[in-house]
């Protein structure tokens, strides 16, 4: 087998390759492609020869991986990081592995389609954000989109690329974006149907502003996914801290009080009960509604994603982000068996 020690680096770089999927993967098939290194451990085996024993994925699937007489240099040290690999699918034990014969870390001048390889918003990212930028526009409160702009102002840019969670809803790339574009327009609709209960420019404010936040609450891999919770993410949280920018932003923008406290009100109350997460139960139709709609993105979302999954005719394997339940994958009107 291949040890990627005295294996000529240019010489892998130019060697041909088309990514097939994970999910695709067949016995006796060979592969060369870029995949996410999602583990690695050096090994020895019984007779003291090292090997690698990783686990290789993309978007679809995840896959063992075996690389043997490797001493290096990749390690676990490098787990979450894209690599190059070449080699053939077997089958172990019942299940697929790759035999790997090369293996190397992806070179930074290296273009990659990361859509083949982590999960991206099923959305078209400049027309999404256009359409935010347009709704920000239509505000007819100058205080409230004074707010809105500044925000977007400071950040717009990741607005546009990171995910939304860490898991269960909106957790791919562009995530934060196709949630909060989804949920500004259901605000929007529902204020213009209860126009006597609802403020439009204050819900539309709190819905664009809600989980801005996110971006310093997490910390993200290479591949700009979420990893795991920050510092200020466990001790604080979004809801805290985009209440605090919301309001030094309405200090020097001197917004009336009044304004800036109903806003810092449905920013630390919009995950609806302190059980679920909210500094504060809601006291105003605003931080209901904006509730109400986060509740319905996020899980019609975690619906969007398991049907997909989910043959149509069958019902899915049970799901903790809806209390351990299955859902079924019916058939659309009018082809019912």
């Known amino acids: ?27 006796n098939t060979r592969i060369s492609g870029f995949y996410i290194l999602q583990s690695a451990s050096l090994r020895t085996t019984a007779s003291g020869k090292s090997f690698l024993n990783a686990t290789v994925s993309d978007k679809t699937a995840a896959i063992p991986l075996i690389l ?27 299940s697929l592995q790759i035999t790997a014969e ?21 959305i078209d990212v400049d027309r999404m954000y256009e359409q935010i930028q347009s709704t920000v526009h239509s505000l007819t409160d ?3 989109k004074a707010i809105c702009e500044e925000f977007l102002r400071r950040h717009g840019q990741l607005l546009r690329t990171i995910p939304a969670a860490k898991s269960v809803h909106h957790s791919f790339l562009h995530g934060l974006l196709m949630h909060t574009g989804n949920m500004l327009k259901t605000a929007d609709f529902l204020a213009g149907l209860y126009p006597e209960v ?19 609450e997490f910390t993200f891999s290479s591949l700009g996914l979420v990893s795991d919770y920050s510092l200020k993410g466990n001790l604080l949280g ?12 309405g200090n020097v923008l001197k917004v009336p009080e009044e304004k800036s406290i109903l ?13 679920y997460g909210a500094a ?22 975690i619906y969007r994603t398991h049907l997909e999954q989910t043959p149509v005719g069958a019902f899915s394997d049970r799901i903790f982000a809806l209390d351990g339940r299955r859902v079924y994958h019916h058939f659309p009107s009018g082809n019912q068996k």
């Open 1 to 27: 087998m291949t040890n990627e020690n005295t294996t000529s680096v240019a010489e892998e770089q130019h060697t041909p390759s088309g990514h097939v999927s994970v999910c695709d993967m067949a016995a």
């Open 198 to 216: 609802i403020d439009r420019d204050l819900l539309l404010t709190a819905t664009l502003l809600h989980d801005f936040s996110k971006r310093e």
């Open 263 to 275: 806003l810092q009100h449905i920013l630390l109350s919009h995950h609806g009960k302190p059980e």
């Open 238 to 249: 979004h809801l805290v801290m985009v209440a605090q920018e919301a309001a030094e932003i």
């Open 280 to 301: 504060i139960a809601p006291m105003c139709a605003e931080g209901e509604l904006l509730f109400l709609i986060d509740n319905v993105d996020s899980r019609m979302e």
């Open 102 to 122: 090369a293996l190397r870390l992806r070179d930074a001048d290296e273009s990659v389609d990361l859509s083949t390889l982590v999960p991206v918003a099923p």
């Open 142 to 144: 100058g205080d409230y």
């Open 68 to 94: 043997w007489d490797y001493t290096g240099p990749i390690s676990s040290a490098d787990d979450g990081k894209v690599v190059f690999l070449r080699g053939q699918v077997s089958e172990f034990k019942g």
